[in-house]
T-cell receptor, first 113, second 115 residues
Framework: NAGVTQTPKFQVLKTGQSMTLQCAQD?????MSWYRQDPGMGLRLIHY???????DQGEVPNGYNVSRSTTEDFPLRLLSAAPSQTSVYFC????????????FGPGTRLTVT | KQEVTQIPAALSVPEGENLVLNCSFT??????LQWFRQDPGKGLTSLLL?????REQTSGRLNASLDKSSGRSTLYIAASQPGDSATYLC??????????????FGTGTRLLVSP
């Protein structure tokens, strides 16, 4: 198992550009989510999905879009990048059962200039 | 709103010491608590998962306890080694409006173990 994979590892964008962060898992997990990590603020939930075709907003969804067409993939789209979106982005997955642990990808470090 | 606090924010110890990292949370209605390790520039590695019905979990030199009623968890590291140097994060898992059990994270304790 590759676990949770994310691409790219690093990205630099100019303000106003759009891009998609990729996330995939090969563990047949139903639950997938995106977090951002900022210094002094911990990880915060952006969007999540409880299964293919089902997504919802987390704490900080503005400026981001998601879709879940397959169980394996959960891409995060930045619609029009802003400097405030400079952060490290982590994708996570878990089984649908509430007591299972969450597995995290290696992260994508994004800088918006 | 759930808030998770980790104290201390940073800790520096000599190799071989036993140490305790603290995590507190404000809402005791949680499903479980998970401790993670994060190395600089890397992702999160799960260390221990404690269900809400459990009091503690052990893995090697690590022991995590949970007192749900008082909103506290501790991570005990025995005989610390330089390789333990990392940031340690705790996160509680709780139900959201649509049934999604999101993780709420603390800001971490940065540990440095010197030889």
């Amino acid at each position: 198992n590759a676990g949770v994979t994310q691409t790219p590892k690093f990205q630099v964008l100019k303000t106003g550009q759009s891009m998609t962060l990729q996330c995939a898992q090969d563990m047949n997990h139903e639950y997938m989510s995106w977090y951002r990590q900022d210094p002094g603020m911990g990880l915060r939930l952006i969007h999540y999905s409880v299964g293919a075709g089902i997504t919802d907003q987390g704490e900080v969804p503005n400026g981001y879009n998601v879709s879940r067409s397959t169980t394996e993939d959960f891409p995060l789209r930045l619609l029009s990048a802003a400097p405030s979106q400079t952060s490290v982005y982590f994708c996570a997955s878990s089984y649908s059962r509430q007591n299972d642990e969450q597995y995290f990808g290696p992260g994508t470090r994004l800088t918006v200039t | 709103k759930q808030e998770v606090t980790q104290i201390p924010a940073a800790l520096s110890v000599p190799e071989g010491e036993n140490l305790v990292l603290n995590c507190s949370f404000t809402d005791s209605a949680i499903y479980n608590l998970q401790w993670f390790r994060q190395d600089p520039g890397k992702g999160l590695t799960s260390l221990l998962l404690i269900q809400s019905s459990q009091r503690e979990q052990t893995s090697g030199r690590l022991n995590a306890s949970l007192d749900k009623s008082s909103g506290r968890s501790t991570l005990y590291i025995a005989a610390s080694q330089p390789g333990d140097s990392a940031t340690y994060l705790c996160a509680v898992r709780q139900s959201g409006n649509t049934g999604f059990q999101k993780l709420v994270f603390g800001t971490g304790t940065r540990l440095l173990v010197s030889p």
